[in-house]
């Protein structure tokens, strides 16, 4: 069976707008910042945040060109993963998900739920997964499972970054800085696209390291033709790497959600905030500036991370 493509734009076009947040505290008062938090985590329960604006057009297009199968790559905690394998099952498709690494039984919380969407999960050792995006590999990959809409890992492509530039034009609220974590960087490009040089970008590397700065610039190339200059890459709230943790993170976790009612999760939203309120505590923002974070989802992996840390 076939996946309707009218079902899916019906679906994306009754979508309700994004609530916004405004933060109040003591800090944010004495500094004089206005901080809004937009709540894209809220978009949908599975297909969360930016995982929904990533897979949105690609969505449409694998429906479009008549794919029954949608196939992707990720790590074992990826929710890029969990997105695939729910919007799998929310529209029809049939998934595949090729995972880094070993299988490890019992499934994490993540695995376990996708292969519960129907996903079909495929090891695939640390060597092969490195040569994902290589087009012998990609070619095997069709002999081997056949008529596939291909995803990238993290869910990075041309039309992801259209659906993240659309994020832009439907924020009502006047801002001067857009605050966003950075996995593979194709959301803080989107966003760049969609700010058009104006404003300003600060996005949080979730990861060790700097080369998101070329990533980024390479991606904006993509939907716009052009790199751009108003943006910046916070590279000191890595917390030691992808996916890597300290208890202090998971006490700002916890504190947040009390004073603000808004869940965080440790890989990138929790690392984001932490900077942003240690940036404005330093004085980084001027008395005035009105901020806005955007709550890019991925609770999905928290269930997991509370049984390994107990936080
Ligand atoms: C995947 C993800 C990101 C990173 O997005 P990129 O577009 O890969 O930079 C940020 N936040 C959350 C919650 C994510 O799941």
């Known amino acids: 069976m076939t996946v309707s493509a009218q079902v899916l734009s019906d679906f994306f076009r009754r979508t309700p707008p994004v609530p916004v947040q405004k933060l109040e505290s003591e800090l944010l008062h004495g500094k004089q910042i206005e901080l809004y938090v937009r709540r894209e985590d809220l978009l949908h329960p599975d297909v969360s945040g930016n995982k929904w604006r990533k897979l949105k057009h690609n969505l449409l297009a694998a429906a479009e060109q008549h794919f029954e199968t949608l196939l992707t790559f990720g790590g074992a905690f990826s929710n890029h993963i969990a997105a695939v394998a729910a919007a799998g099952k929310l529209f029809g498709f049939k998934t595949i998900g090729l995972i880094r690494g070993e299988e490890h039984l019992p499934l994490n919380h993540t695995l376990q739920q996708a292969t519960e969407n129907g996903m079909q999960l495929h090891y695939q050792d640390r060597e092969t997964y490195r040569r994902k995006n290589e087009p012998d590999l990609q ?66 590397s979730a990861l060790k390291g700097d ?101």
């Open 139 to 204: 070619a095997r990959l069709k002999q081997q499972f056949g008529h596939a809409y291909l995803i990238p890992e993290g869910g990075t492509n041309a039309l992801a970054l259209k659906g993240c530039t659309e994020i832009i034009s439907e924020i009502k609220v006047d801002f001067d800085v857009l605050c966003c974590a950075a996995g593979t960087g194709g959301t803080a490009a989107g966003l760049l696209c969609g700010l058009n040089g104006s404003k300003a970008l600060l996005a949080f």
């Open 211 to 311: 080369f998101l700065q070329q990533e980024i610039d390479a991606f904006t190339q993509i939907c716009s033709g052009r790199t751009y200059r108003n943006w910046h890459l916070q590279t000191a709230y890595h917390f030691g790497g992808y996916a890597k943790t300290k208890p202090e993170l998971f006490a700002f976790i916890q504190e947040f959600e009390q004073q603000f009612q808004i869940p965080l999760e440790p890989v990138y939203t929790a690392k984001m905030f932490f900077g942003l309120f240690e940036l404005i505590r330093q004085n980084h923002f001027p008395a005035g500036t009105k901020i806005m974070a955007l709550h890019t989802g991925g609770l999905q992996g928290n269930a997991g991370f509370k049984k390994e840390f107990n936080f």
